[in-house]
């Protein structure tokens, strides 16, 4: 058993923190610095996730590099963007194509994965949201419960996801808003175990006392 085991959201990148470019359902991932334009919702579900104890860990493919249609420079540039603008943990990236068939591109959970190794993340607790059904794949892949953002993109839904949502904030504040429930339900429970153990404490000091009189009875 592996002690002191973090919680995570695993995020991807484009469509979900940045704007995306739509063309006939398909979305395309910037290649200009100038382009690359941060979601105003990402600032406010960053907030509220770090706010809850999550560590932030971006997961993204990058095949435009490997394509050699965007510099790794202009990559790192935009992600550096991020890591100023948002309470972001770390950014895990693959530059390779879907031909080079690595193990760290997703669907498959190799990112995932070595972010887990590194920050000691319980994958079972943590979270992986996405726009895409690779997203989807790789979060299950890896055992984290995952969210589909749902831009109603034109392509095949290959796995789904655990839950579906329409932007980022809202997944965010529906964790929200379920944590406050769970914490009430967490109070709740621990009030009835404190009535429960006292309710057993006065038994047996009933039942104490009772011997005691008995004793005194037989005396």
């Known amino acids: 058993m592996i002690l002191n085991q973090k919680k995570a959201v695993f995020l991807d990148r484009d469509g979900v923190l940045n704007h995306s470019e739509v063309v006939e359902g398909k979305p395309y991932a910037p290649r200009k610095l100038d382009d690359f334009i941060i979601e105003n919702e990402a600032y406010e579900s960053t907030k509220l996730l770090s706010q809850a104890g999550f560590l932030l860990i971006v997961v993204t493919n990058q095949p435009d590099v490997g394509n050699g249609l965007v510099t790794h ?123 429960t153990c006292i309710n057993i404490l006065f038994s047996l000091k009933k039942n104490k006392l009772l011997k005691i009189i008995a004793q005194f009875s037989t005396n």
Not at 131 to 155: K, P, Q
Not at 156 to 180: A, D, G, L, P
């Open 73 to 195: 420079e202009i990559v790192q540039a935009m992600n550096q963007k991020l890591m100023e603008e948002l309470p972001l943990d770390d950014i895990k990236v693959c530059f390779h194509s879907q031909s080079e068939k690595c193990s760290c591109r997703k669907p498959k959970p190799g990112m995932i994965k070595t972010a887990a190794l590194e920050f000691n993340i319980d994958l079972e607790k943590s979270y992986m949201i996405g726009d895409r059904w690779s997203d989807i794949s790789a979060g299950r892949a890896a055992g984290c419960f995952t969210i589909l953002i749902d831009r109603g993109y034109r392509e095949k839904i290959e796995e789904q996801s655990n839950i579906s949502v329409s932007c980022m904030f809202r997944s965010c504040t529906e964790y929200s808003r379920k944590k406050q429930i769970k914490h009430f339900k967490c109070q709740l429970i621990e009030m009835l175990a404190k009535l």
